[in-house]
């Protein structure tokens, strides 16, 4: 286990419905992502909370809403998804050290919410 | 456009051979480069990070090369075992990225590699 864990792990919704995707985090982390992972594709970031606070949303439409109310939860509301956003949806903790006079990053994934939309 | 290219085609190997897979960029100035591997049904692991002035990085039997000059980093699997058989993913922060602390990395599509007995 990873520290950070995902419910539901799978979800299949309709169109019309609302839904949300929780992610929650024993790990201490003060970074938290949200990922979106389609067949064949590379990961793409959604959305970035740093202590709290959102610090990127990557050109993400308005159907998906994140929230963090404190640094261990994480959720990503859904309303009047389309098909094409079937997909696995990640969330993922930062763990950031320096060395050397430089910032770095590891992530630190939970096992995903696989998502279908009808 | 920035580009992260790893081989889409899986590879298949023999178990005790040596897995070698690539990561290829454009457009990037990495601050340093991560593989990831990932199971069917799960999240990314993180396995190993490679900074922009280190050549080469081991951990068990995994070792990574990065070479800034061909914008390329290699991922070795040596004694390849079936248990090894996954989807290695790599990731890349770019220069200017590394001034926030949250690490924005930018990931490949991944390659999977399948170890026969």
């Known amino acids: 286990e990873t520290g950070v864990t995902q419910t539901p792990r799978h979800l299949v919704m309709g169109m019309t419905n609302k839904k949300s995707l929780k992610c929650e985090q024993h790990l201490g982390h003060n970074a938290m992502y949200w990922y979106k992972q389609s067949a064949k594709k590379p990961l793409e970031l959604m959305f970035v909370?740093?202590?709290?606070?959102?610090?990127e949303n990557n050109s993400v439409p308005s159907r998906f809403s994140p929230e963090c109310p404190n640094s261990s939860h994480l959720f990503l509301h859904l309303h009047t998804l389309q098909p094409e956003d079937s997909a696995l949806y990640l969330c993922a903790t930062g763990l950031s050290y320096l060395a050397g006079g430089r910032s770095y990053n590891e992530q630190f994934f939970g096992p995903g919410t696989r998502l279908t939309v009808l | 456009s920035q580009k992260i290219e790893q081989n889409s085609e899986a590879l298949n190997i023999q178990e005790g051979k040596t897995a070698t897979l690539t990561c290829n960029y454009t457009?990037?100035?990495?601050?340093?480069l991560q593989w990831y591997r990932q199971d069917p049904g799960r999240g990314p692991v993180f396995l190993l990070l490679?900074?922009?002035?280190?050549k080469e990085k081991r951990k068990e039997r995994l070792k990574v090369t990065f070479d800034t000059t061909l914008k390329q980093s290699l991922f070795h699997i040596t004694a390849s075992q079936p248990a090894d058989s996954a989807t290695y993913l790599c990731?890349?922060?770019?220069?200017?990225?590394?001034?926030?602390?949250?690490?924005?990395?930018?990931f490949g599509a991944g390659t999977q590699v399948v170890v026969t007995p």
């Open positions: 457009n990037y100035s990495p601050a340093y």
């Open positions: 909370y740093n202590f709290k606070e959102q610090t």
């Open positions: 990731a890349l922060v770019a220069r200017y990225m590394t001034t926030d602390s949250w690490g924005k990395l930018q």
């Open positions: 490679i900074r922009e002035n280190e």
